[in-house]
């Protein structure tokens, strides 16, 4: 078996279905990989939540801006 010094690693990203295409040097040899890291490219539910929360809050802030500045034209309007 081959040894694979670590400054040899390479990073590849998967295809749809979790493929990695590893090149033609690799062509009709027996290859072993090592899967060392898995990251996600989509955020965790808890992530969602607070990022849902926070934009909730933000929204509610902005209406509330919105509903004294709106009130303040108005009563400028009426007179």
């Known amino acids: 078996m081959t040894k694979v010094d670590a400054r040899d690693l390479r990073t590849n990203e ?30 965790n539910e808890d992530e969602l939540a607070a990022a849902y929360r926070e934009a909730s ?3 509610e802030e902005l209406a509330e801006e919105w509903d004294e500045a709106s009130d303040e034209a108005w009563d400028r309007l009426d007179k």
Do not use: C, F, M, Q
């Not at 040097?25 to 027996?30: G, I, S, V």
């Open 57 to 59: 809050e933000s929204a």
């Open 14 to 43: 998967t295809d749809d279905r979790g493929r990695i295409y590893l090149g033609t040097e690799y062509a009709n040899k027996r290859v072993t990989v090592a899967v060392v890291e898995v990251e996600s490219d989509h955020p």
